[in-house]
């Protein structure tokens, strides 16, 4: 799940794997919640806009 979620930050912002992996953990730290947390909700997010976008 988190790497999946780092290839999805990637995606969107350009930016490399140790970049996305640190706003995942800034995020984690900033929220008080685990790692594993944030990347579900981003991924699921992710999930949610796409099918959002099908016809």
Do not use: C, W, Y
Not at 17 to 44: C, M, P, W, Y
């Amino acid at each position: 799940m988190i790497d999946q979620a780092i290839g999805i930050i990637r995606s969107r912002s350009g930016a490399s794997g140790e970049e996305a992996f640190a706003r995942l953990t800034k995020i984690s730290q900033n929220e008080n919640v685990k790692l594993h947390v944030v990347a579900e909700r981003l991924v699921d997010e992710a999930v949610r806009r796409a099918r959002a976008q099908k016809p």
